[in-house]
């Protein structure tokens, strides 16, 4: 599988997604148009092994519900990422069985070097 999960909207997930080598074949999904089914995060979640790897700890609707201060388990990660899009670390590339989740430049970096070598 080639797909990346993003935002259209979102100024970083497309400089990102423009900076990536041999993308030809990946389908996009614009999460906010197109929400993530459970198949879809499941298949995420096998991938990397944790669902709290895929929350989005920076999303505007974590700190406005005073998340931090609660005590989530990898269901309740599971079950906000399926409630609202912000949740999910953005962008999200899967290509073959190696997944990248996120906007660090050491997480864009090995994107970049992964794809280079395919």
């Given at each position: 599988m080639k797909k990346i999960y993003y935002l259209k909207t979102c100024d970083t997930c497309k400089k990102i997604i423009k900076?990536?080598?041999?993308?030809?074949?990946?389908?996009?999904?614009?999460?906010?148009?197109?929400?993530?089914?459970?198949?879809?995060?499941?298949?995420?979640h096998a991938l990397t092994g944790s669902y709290e790897k895929l929350f989005s700890k920076r999303?505007?609707?974590?700190k406005e519900r005073g998340m931090k201060d609660m005590s989530l388990t990898e269901n309740d990660f599971k079950q906000y990422i399926l409630e609202h899009y912000t949740?999910?670390?953005?962008?999200v590339i899967i290509a073959n069985d190696k997944i990248f989740v996120g906007n660090s430049p050491k997480n864009v970096n090995a994107a970049i070097e992964y794809l280079s070598n395919e």
């Open positions: 900076s990536l080598p041999n993308t030809n074949g990946f389908i996009l999904q614009d999460i906010k148009e197109e929400p993530i089914t459970v198949k879809q995060l499941e298949e995420m999303a505007k609707l974590y949740f999910l670390s953005r962008p």
